[in-house]
């Protein structure tokens, strides 16, 4: 089974498919294609809404130093029972979401150092969200380039695996305020992110991780925002399903809770993915 870091991204850390523990990879190219749908269980109006998204991942190796080169982008759609929502009537409810251009080397760490038992690997990445959404061109967004890395691990012949993310974001923007909600338009983002993984055999995994974000508006002002999840995943060959519950919020107080059942948002999200 390959080491998949499913790292829920837009302002949040990127997903990285097919961080594996196993063999060099020496494909020249790969795609991923998949089908999500999530829907806020804390809220329990009749009939339900959910998001939809069908999404295409095209990876190659086309640079010097096997430096991958990956694109990313979706097409999301809401659907309220089994209609098709949209609010804007001269909308088919279709949209487009923005496009991540991404390139990464992942650096296989020494095993045999005794200080650092397991197998370990580093990722650095850089990247940059092209605002092909309606949504992101309204608000004016122009471009979002961003650096982040990953360190991941895994322990006891690959049965618990460990991982560390964390990215840096700059927002640019074409206004100062958000023409939709005016709000000042964000500037900087940062997310840091862990993740557990154990495998249970038969395809079986689990999994639990949390997040904390930070983000700065054009006008000074930051906020602090942290989450959490809790997954369930099956893969088969180039199949993989994960079902995944997140919750989090705004800390108050200054108290962070790792573990924070939200009563405002439940969210439990269905993936299903095919890998080339």
């Known amino acids: 089974m390959k080491y998949v870091l499913t790292l829920t991204f837009i302002f949040s850390l990127l997903s990285i498919h ?4 196993a063999s060099e990879n020496t494909k020249s190219w790969g795609a991923t294609t998949g089908y999500m749908i999530t829907s806020d269980y804390a809220d329990e109006r009749s009939p339900r809404l959910y998001e939809n998204s069908v999404f295409l991942s095209l990876s190659g190796k086309f640079l010097p ?3 991958n080169t990956s694109l990313k982008n979706s097409i ?4 309220l029972g089994n209609s098709i929502y949209e609010e804007n009537p001269n909308s088919n409810g279709f949209h487009f979401a923005d496009t991540i251009l991404a390139f990464n080397k992942t650096f296989k760490l020494s095993k045999n150092n005794s200080q650092f038992p397991g197998i370990h690997q580093l990722t650095p990445i850089v990247f940059n969200i092209f605002p092909t959404s309606d949504s992101s061109r309204y608000a004016g967004y122009k471009s ?3 650096a ?3 360190f991941s691990s895994a322990f006891f012949d690959g ?4 991982s560390n993310g964390m990215n840096l974001i700059k927002v640019i923007n074409s206004y100062t305020h958000n023409p939709a909600s005016h709000r000042p338009s964000p500037s900087l983002m940062s997310v840091y992110e862990q993740n557990h993984i154990v495998t249970l055999g038969l395809g079986f995994s689990v999994g639990a991780g949390f997040s904390f974000k930070y983000s700065k508006d054009v006008s000074g002002n930051s906020n602090t ?7 369930l995943e099956f893969s088969y060959d180039q199949f993989n399903a994960s079902l995944i519950y997140s919750g989090g919020d705004h800390t108050t107080n200054d108290k962070v809770e790792l573990w924070y059942v939200d009563n405002t948002r439940k969210l439990l999200t269905f993936v299903l993915t095919y890998t080339f």
């Open 76 to 79: 999301n759609f809401n659907t």
């Open 144 to 146: 979002s380039p961003g």
């Open 18 to 21: 097919t961080l594996s523990f």
């Open 65 to 67: 130093y096997q430096i």
């Open 148 to 150: 982040q890395a990953v």
């Open 159 to 162: 049965h618990y695996k460990l």
């Open 225 to 231: 925002t942290f989450g959490n999840s809790a997954s």
